[in-house]
């Protein structure tokens, strides 16, 4: 199973927003509920930020939402603060229950 | 208060072997499925394995298929992973991560480190 695609940066002044892309998610039901989006910081392990498509676990800031259209779902990043600067990765689930990760983002606060 | 504590990680041979071991407190872990994650220095995430919780149900990422072996122990709180054969290409940083429905990963570790290298 190929990585889902990811531009490789973004990047936004702080106070602005910022939106990855993330192409080649399952759009068959009930699989195209399963996106998630995990963001890691330099030096530590994945956190996770958004579960089925929308959902934020709690203590997840609302700055961030998901969202998804066909097969590319987004995950958009409001109020760019400098501690959200790390690596983003979102994730898939095809019909095997055999999860892909996307290539990965890194965002940039100027 | 919440913890996946990984180790075992090592430098090892190529072709040699290693256990990996994730100690798991502040959750039922019998009630959760669990994997591993790896990355690759200064690479992306990938899936590696999982079990779940249903009926302890095994999936393998084909680039581990046959060499790597996923399993747990629901009386310690313990996940593992037997790395057999290990090739230059397994040197990683890996994680171990609770499983939701077999849907995402809500909890990691810290991760413990491989090298395979002669």
């Known amino acids: 199973q190929s990585a889902l695609t990811q531009p490789a940066s973004v990047s936004g002044s702080p106070g602005q927003s910022v939106t990855i892309s993330c192409t080649g998610t399952n759009s068959d039901p009930p699989y195209y509920k399963y996106v998630s989006w995990y963001q890691q910081s330099p030096g530590k392990a994945p956190k996770l930020l958004i579960y089925?498509?929308?959902h934020r676990p709690s203590g997840v800031s609302d700055r961030f939402s998901g969202s998804k259209s066909g097969d590319t779902a987004s995950l958009t990043i409001s109020g760019l603060q400098a501690e959200d600067e790390g690596i983003y990765y979102c994730?898939?689930?095809?019909?095997?229950?055999?999860?892909?990760f996307g290539t990965g983002t890194k965002v940039t606060v100027l | 208060e919440v913890q996946l504590l990984e180790s075992g990680g090592a430098l090892v041979q190529p072709g040699g072997s290693l256990r990996l071991s994730c100690e798991v407190s502040?959750?039922?872990?019998?009630?959760?499925?669990w994997s591993w994650v790896r990355q690759a220095p200064g690479k992306g995430l990938e899936w590696v394995a999982t079990i779940d919780h249903f009926r302890g149900s095994t999936f393998y990422a084909d680039s581990v298929k046959d060499r790597f072996s996923i399993s747990r122990d629901n009386s310690k709180n313990i996940l593992y992973l037997q790395l057999n054969s290990l090739r230059a290409e397994d040197t990683a940083m890996y994680y171990c991560?609770?499983?939701?429905?077999?849907?995402?990963?809500?909890?990691w570790g810290q991760g413990t480190v491989v090298t395979v290298s002669s």
């Open positions: 991560a609770k499983t939701m429905y077999n849907r995402y990963f809500d909890h």
């Open positions: 089925e498509v929308t």
């Open positions: 994730s898939s689930y095809t019909p095997a229950s055999i999860p892909v």
């Open positions: 502040g959750f039922i872990f019998s009630a959760y499925g």
